[in-house]
C-alpha cells in the first residue's frame, strides 16, 4: 500500500464527505498551492429542460447560502500559501456578491470567460442563449504563470449531457490549464465542493496532489469511481 499524505489533520488524494468549512479548518495555514473551485451560484440551479424525471436533485447550498460562500473565500485565503493563486466559478447571475467578498482577500486578475461552445436554454422566449460562465481568477501575493499566457476567453467544449456525472460538472481540459498555469508538479490542489471529482481527477493527471471535500454521498461515490479508473491510492470515505 502507498505511503498516504497527510496534510494537517486531513489526508491527500481522498475525497472527504464532509462540509468545506469543517473540513478545511483542519488544514493548517498556508499550505495550499492552489485553490480550482466551483462553490454554488446562489442561483438554486436546474436545468430548464422539460423531462418527465430530472437526471440530478437541486444542489445542495445552491441558494440563500451566502455566509455560506463568504466564510469558504475566507478559509481559502487562510489556507494558500503566499505568492498562489485562486480560480472560482461564479455565474454572473450574482457577481456582484461573488467579486465583492473575493476581493476582501484576493487580487482579482481576470474575469475569466469560459466559452462553452454551445448555448443553454433559460428563457428561451425572453434572453439570449447563454453560452459561458465566468472564473474569478486572482491572486494571494503575486502568482507567476508557468505555461503560455492565454486570453481572458478560453473555448473549452461543454460536457454533453449525456455524459454528465453532476449538473454543473466542468470539463478537466479546461481545469488542467488552471492547473498546469498556476501550480507545479508535487503541489497541493484544493476544491471545497468537489462534486464528482472533476478538479481531482485534473490534479492527479497533471502530477498534483488534491484535497478535497463534498457533501452529498452520491456524488463521492461517483468520484471515488471516477479515481479509481486512474489507479491512485485512496481510502474509504469518512
Known sequence: MAEKKLLGGIELNRIYQRDCIEGMRMIPDKSIDLIVTDPPYLMNYRSNRRVANE???????????NGLIADYIAECYRVLKEDTAIYMFCSWHHIDFFKTEFEKYFK????????????????LKGSYGPKHELVLFGHKGRSLLREKRLPDVIDCAKIPSLKLTHPTEKPTELLKIFIRNSSDKG????DGFAGTGST?????????????????????????MRLDSLAIPKEDVV
Not at 437526471?55 to 441558494?63: A, L
Not at 475569466?112 to 461552445?117: E, R, S, T
Not at 492527479?204 to 456524488?219: D, K, L, P, S
Open 108 to 123: 482579482l486578475k481576470n474575469l475569466i470567460v469560459w466559452n462553452k461552445n454551445v448555448h443553454g436554454t433559460g428563457d
Open 55 to 65: 437526471r440530478f436533485k437541486h444542489i445542495t447550498n445552491d441558494r440563500d447560502s
Open 200 to 224: 481531482c481527477v485534473a490534479a492527479v493527471e497533471t502530477g498534483r496532489n488534491f484535497a478535497a471535500f463534498e457533501i452529498e454521498t452520491e456524488y463521492v461515490t461517483a468520484a471515488n
Open 187 to 190: 503541489g497541493i490542489v484544493l
